[in-house]
């Protein structure tokens, strides 16, 4: 027996609709905490990513360099600060579960960007890979210290009514919307 791509096409743009991939990957989280789980987790993952990526183009590793403009080093903090102009943006006029989950990612990814040329950015001078240059991976650890920290402390308080509500709502019309599972 076989079915049609469109039926298959249908269900899944149905599920795509419905489903957010963040209600799968962090399971009872309610939605604004998740926004802050995935700045965090956005923001460690950039921020390891990026002092990776910039040592192998440190030790000139075939593939990797900077990136420049006009012959002009663009540092990643400018790409940060972009970054976190679309977020607040976006932020002002949106204010549904799923846009707070992306925007909570990429809010972490942007403050990750800054954070790690924060020495750059107090001594207006590229120390990256200086001694003074540690000063921006202690605020990095800083940081991904205190809000990790926070999250786990914190991860016992219950959820408002309002967010236990919605997330019921939202796995009822799930139970609902899936034809075959009942």
Known sequence: MTSSPSHGATRAENTKKKFSPWLRLLPGISPKRRSYVLAWYGFTLTFVGMRLLTWLIHIDVGGFG?????????????????????????????????????????????????????ALLISLEDVYWDSEGGLSIAIAITVIAVVGTVLAVTRGRKASRADEEADRKRTEDAARSRPGDS
């Open 66 to 118: 900077d990136v420049s403009a006009g012959g002009v080093h663009l540092h990643h903090y400018v790409w940060g600060i972009l970054l976190l102009m679309a977020v607040g943006a976006t932020a002002l006029s949106e204010s549904s579960p799923r846009a707070r989950a992306w925007l909570g990612l990429a809010y972490g990814i942007g403050m990750a960007l800054v954070i790690d040329e924060a």
